[in-house]
């Protein structure tokens, strides 16, 4: 699988991707009125993208809320998105809110005025009809049993893939894990002694539920039983047990 091959493969779209990061993240860091705080839990998300905090009586947020002289602070969200496999800088990207609090029913209500995703390809601002219209990707939920699932049960099959991986892209590498999966691709990390790169591997078609994603796994399988051994990884593990 070239350069050529992953060019053309398709990838979430940023408003999609967005809302996956806001569907799977635990944990929220909330700045308001000169007031931070890390929120644990205590998020819930509309069909629409709109963000409700669930917070304690005595939470600073909802004090500045109340106590803002324009009755709706500016405030701004963090989520970040953290690779479920453990490995090297497990943070996949960040998403930003910025935008307004108000008060609905005791909770804080977060109207965003804008909307940036941050990954590894860069910044982009996500437009906020299209955020509110998007979905999550389908596997996002599952996303960390599924990646776990692979790293831990079906190591070898993973080593595997990387048969359908340049062998540029494995020059100098130790070790590969899964890093991201969703319903278009799955997406490597290829660590090195002192550096890292993620490859992905397209799906030739997309998978809407983990049934499919099995299917899909196995055809990309099935390629790289007739593709190549990566030279460069085997030289490197051999190296490295010597």
């Known amino acids: 699988m070239g350069d050529s091959h992953a060019a053309w493969a398709a990838v979430p779209a940023a408003a999609e ?15 308001a009125e000169g007031v931070r705080e890390e929120l644990i839990g205590a998020h819930a998300v509309a069909d629409d993208g709109r963000v409700t905090l669930h917070v304690p009586e005595d939470s600073a947020l909802l004090a500045a809320t109340i106590c803002a002289p324009r009755g709706e ?6 989520f970040a998105d953290v690779a479920p496999v453990p490995m090297r800088s497990r943070i996949r990207g960040r998403l930003w809110m910025a935008g307004w609090f108000s ?15 941050r990954q ?6 996500v437009d906020l009809d299209e955020f509110a219209a998007a979905s999550p990707d389908p596997l996002a939920t599952a996303e960390a049993r599924l990646l776990t699932h692979l790293a ?7 080593e595997r893939l990387t048969r359908l991986v340049e062998p540029g892209s494995l020059h100098g590498a130790v070790r590969v894990r899964p890093l991201a999966v969703d ?9 090195r002694r002192r550096a890292h790169g993620d490859v992905r591997l397209p799906f030739h078609m997309p998978a809407d539920s983990v049934a499919q994603l099995t299917e899909r796994v196995h055809v990309l399988l099935a390629q790289a039983g007739t593709a190549a051994c990566p030279r460069a990884l085997q030289r490197q593990r051999t190296d490295g047990d010597g």
């Not at 008060?103 to 995703?117: K, M, Q, S, W, Y």
């Open 120 to 125: 590894a390809s860069g910044a982009v601002v």
């Open 17 to 31: 991707r967005a809302r996956s990061v806001l569907a799977t993240s635990w944990s929220c860091a909330v700045t």
């Open 103 to 117: 008060i609905e029913d005791g909770h804080l209500a977060f109207a965003a005025t804008r909307v940036v995703l």
């Open 73 to 78: 602070p500016s405030a701004v969200l963090e």
């Open 152 to 158: 831990d049960a079906h190591a070898d099959a993973v």
């Open 183 to 191: 319903r278009h691709g799955l997406t490597l990390r290829i660590e």
